[in-house]
């Protein structure tokens, strides 16, 4: 039988959906022995297998994973497009960080993207500037867009590079009215999810649509909060804010907290980087009084 490799599309409840490269298309998955018993199969997982019979694709073994994100489950996540809001719903830059870490721990690409630009008045246009100014300056590629107009969707579909992208983000700021704008596929999304948030989170499924020339978009839940420390360990959470790396401290273990000759402090100090990123840093460590 000739073996093929698939990348798993779809993952709800017992249903799972296999898109077959060799093939183009998309097979009801069904895992064999030992796989059924010892490991579970998620969205994102690259199988081979064959197809059977009755054309379902037979699942024989499940690829090394590169990263795993858990909400929602989805496995080898190249690239977060991170969405956010400057107003309709309020800028929150401590979910941002969070999620930032999160994905920098994982090694996912980011970039993030300010959506709902048609609501623009020239106050949040100077707030996005800042914003931009502060999350460049960490390395990240800063967009601005409107799903509503289509201004900017261009650029951000350039961003789309590798085999598997998520939208992530608030609540509200527009994820699935991107994916949809750059997909053509709907999806549910809004007032549905909203009223009960919290069970649709666990029982709902991941779907990735294919897109453009291989790639695969999923759209996940909206957070309304997140604490990279729930999932990271706090020492390490130093080591995903890209721009303290530059920074030399008298310690090599420093926590940039409240140690001499702290070289990120003292950076903060001098306004070489920005308030919103110290202070977060420090409440994720738990190390915020005031400053
Ligand atoms: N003005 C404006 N409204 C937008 C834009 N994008 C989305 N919206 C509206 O914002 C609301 C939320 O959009 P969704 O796409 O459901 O947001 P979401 O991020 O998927 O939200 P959750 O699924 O709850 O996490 C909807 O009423 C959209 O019509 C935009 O670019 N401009
Ligand atoms: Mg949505
Ligand atoms: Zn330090």
Known sequence: MEELKGLVVERE??????????????????PLGKIRKSEKVWAGDYVYGHITEDDQFAI??????KNFLIRPKIANVDRAIVVMTIIEPEFQSYLLDNLLVIYEKEGVGIVIVFNKLDLWGEEEKKEFEFWK???EKAGYPVLKVSAVTGEGIEDLVNFLEGEICIFAGPSGVGKSAL???????????GELSRKTRRGRHTSRGVKLIPFGKGSFVGDSPGFSKVEASSIVDKREIKDYFPEFYKYECRFPNCTHTNEPDCGVREAFERGEIPESRYKNYLKMVGAFTSL
């Open 60 to 65: 024989t073994s499940i690829a090394p994973r």
């Open 179 to 189: 994916l949809s704008k750059i997909t053509g596929v709907e999806l549910k999304c």
């Open 13 to 30: 409840a017992q249903l799972i959906g296999v898109y077959v490269f060799a093939k183009d298309e998309i097979y009801r998955g069904i």
């Open 133 to 135: 100014g502060v999350y």
